[in-house]
């Protein structure tokens, strides 16, 4: 089997992975790569694999156990992806999504920090919205720029 390289955005709950790699499944739909399996693109968490100049590349949303992981990966491993961009809440630990990942044979991980705003006024947090949307853009952003490097390796 050939080796695979997994990008893995990572933090803690609600801090914007799923919302990061929506952003990156709809840059590289937009950009016109060929699409192998494409996702219910209304379900909450999402699996697609592309098809970027001869080389397969799966994207899952998900990853904050290692139960969600099992069907895409599979479908990663049969379809033999180079690439899979995917989530994790941890960066490690002894269970879950980590210890998955780990496991999968000949694998690389790339790990790429969930970047989140937390703001407070008066020692009360408050939601800037705004702000965390343009820093999941910016982050989708460099998912990609990683993804063009792994491609070019």
């Known amino acids: ?14 801090t914007g992975k799923t919302t990061t790699l929506k952003m990156v499944y709809n840059e590289l739909k937009a950009k016109g790569y060929s699409l192998l399996h494409k996702p219910d693109e209304n379900e909450g ?3 697609a694999i592309f098809e970027i100049d001869g080389i397969k ?6 990853g904050d156990n290692a139960g969600c992981l099992d069907e895409p990966f599979k479908a990663f491993l049969k379809a033999e992806c180079a690439i899979c961009i995917t989530a994790s809440r941890v960066r ?9 990942l780990e496991g999968i044979r000949n694998s690389d991980i790339i790990w790429h920090r969930k970047a989140v705003i937390y703001s407070s006024h008066n020692g009360v947090v408050t939601d800037p919205t705004d702000e965390q949307s343009e820093i999941n853009k910016i982050q989708a952003g460099f998912i ?3 993804l063009k490097q792994q491609l070019k390796n």
């Open 57 to 62: 590349v799966g994207l899952f949303t998900g």
């Open 92 to 100: 490690r630990t002894r269970n879950g999504s980590v210890t998955f």
């Open 45 to 47: 968490d999402i699996y």
């Open 144 to 146: 990609i720029k990683e």
């Open 1 to 14: 089997m050939k080796s695979m390289t997994i990008i893995a955005l990572w933090g803690r709950q609600k």
